[in-house]
């Protein structure tokens, strides 16, 4: 049984074939249309020319944005596209191809692929955090997603601590404000802060430090919420590796009770670049009793 899998950001789709195994058998991308019925006829056409390539018994969305996997709608957060809400990709293409069809969150879906073929394989209590321009994250509970009353559950980048909304101070985003607005030299990305950082520069130093505590403080807040046996960091600050997995165990810690200290493992996602569309397949896999 293969599934052709959609992953749909705010500016590419990744597309492909999984098989229900969770190997990528075909990966490819095109830009994401900036209106919803522009997208939905770009879904179209890719499946469309997906089926003269590959047999598959199913379609799976991985998607930016609140869904409600039910009725496949999009219920909001998604401004990329200012009119995707109010919109089921999952219904039309499930009537128009008469295939089923499982559509989730993007981060719901890559908790999913850590779980399955990444950092949290046997694992059935953890956390997926992804640290890009926001924070988001996945809550998964006997390995199962835990999607809340509205499927909002997980947008923890939104809480405030110290009276600060945590993903505007303690994402990638925030670093790298807080190193422009402190420092003499103006940083392109977030690399340019580590690097700095690296090198033991004494003005971006104390920056890089202040926002390994605010991150820090909100992993350590999540840990005393959920009690998860591991919790998988991702997004593009786990490219710096161990060196970056070591500093931010080192901060979380220092936020723990000795009680909690150790009781959860932190670990860096490797589910790779595919991991939306191997999460969305394990969904539609879940979803269909497969």
């Known amino acids: 049984m293969n599934v052709l899998a959609f992953d749909i950001g705010g500016t590419q789709i990744k597309y492909g074939v999984v098989t229900r195994d969770g190997e990528v058998l075909s990966a490819q991308v095109v830009d994401t249309p900036k209106q919803s019925a522009a997208l939905v006829q770009c879904l179209r056409e890719l499946v469309g020319q997906i089926q003269q390539q590959f047999t598959f018994g199913g379609i799976a969305i991985s998607t930016f944005g609140l869904v409600d996997v039910n009725s496949g709608m999009i219920l909001g957060a998604a401004e990329a596209i200012p009119d995707y809400a109010g919109t089921s990709p999952k219904a039309i293409l499930a009537q128009e191809f008469g295939l089923p069809v ?24 953890y956390l997926a955090i992804a640290i890009g321009t926001g924070i988001g994250g996945g809550i998964v509970l006997n390995q199962q997603i835990y999607r809340g009353h509205r499927a909002a559950a997980g947008e ?19 670093l790298l404000s807080a190193a422009n607005q402190r420092c003499s030299n103006q940083f392109v990305d977030g690399r340019a802060v580590f690097a700095a950082y690296d090198q033991q520069d004494l003005a971006v130093v104390p920056v890089v430090q202040d926002w390994f505590k605010l991150l820090a403080t909100g992993v350590a807040n999540l840990i005393y919420a959920f009690n998860p046996e591991r919790v998988v960091i991702g997004g593009g600050v786990s490219a710096r590796g161990t060196v970056f997995l070591k500093e931010l165990n080192a901060a979380i810690d220092a936020q723990l009770l000795p009680d909690f200290q150790g009781m959860t493992e932190v670990v860096l996602a490797c589910a790779g670049n595919h991991a939306g569309m191997i999460g969305a397949t394990r969904n539609w896999l879940q979803t269909n009793k497969y």
């Open 102 to 125: 499982s559509i989730d969150n993007d981060v719901n879906c890559v908790a999913l692929a850590e779980g399955w073929r990444g950092a949290a394989q046997g694992v059935a209590h």
């Open 156 to 174: 923890w980048g939104y809480m405030k601590i110290d009276g600060l909304v945590w993903e505007d101070h303690a994402s990638m985003r925030g």
